[in-house]
């Protein structure tokens, strides 16, 4: 399977997303991929042209903590008072990045 395939699917993992200005606020995943990740925040971006992301992630019984820079692309106030936050992976390790892959293909 190559880098560019990239499976859309549900996710309910939580975490915390680092602003620029040193914000730093619970997340919690909506939608992942390998290429992209969707957040729902108590807050804004606040300006941020980067993002740092840290998730608690588990699949079958294993668990990780991604960490993943991101570039926002789009920052959406919705309608459960929560911010509606689309991300693209700018850094990403190998390793984060096939836990991704194992737990997109599992869920699609």
């Not at 040193?22 to 606040?46: D, F, N, R, Y």
Request: glycine share 4%.
């Amino acid at each position: 399977m190559s880098i560019s395939h990239s499976r859309y699917v549900r996710c309910f993992w939580t975490g915390s997303l680092f602003l620029t200005n040193g914000t730093v606020m619970p997340i919690h995943c909506t939608h992942i991929s390998t290429k992209m990740i969707e957040v729902e925040a108590p807050e804004g971006l606040q300006g941020s042209k980067m993002v740092k992301l840290e998730l608690k992630a588990i699949h079958e019984g294993k668990t990780a903590t991604l960490k993943v820079l991101c570039d926002p692309q789009l920052d959406v106030f919705n309608e459960h008072n929560k911010h509606y936050i689309k991300l693209i992976y700018h850094t990403i390790s190998d390793k984060d990045l096939t836990f991704i892959r194992e737990f997109s293909d599992y869920h699609s």
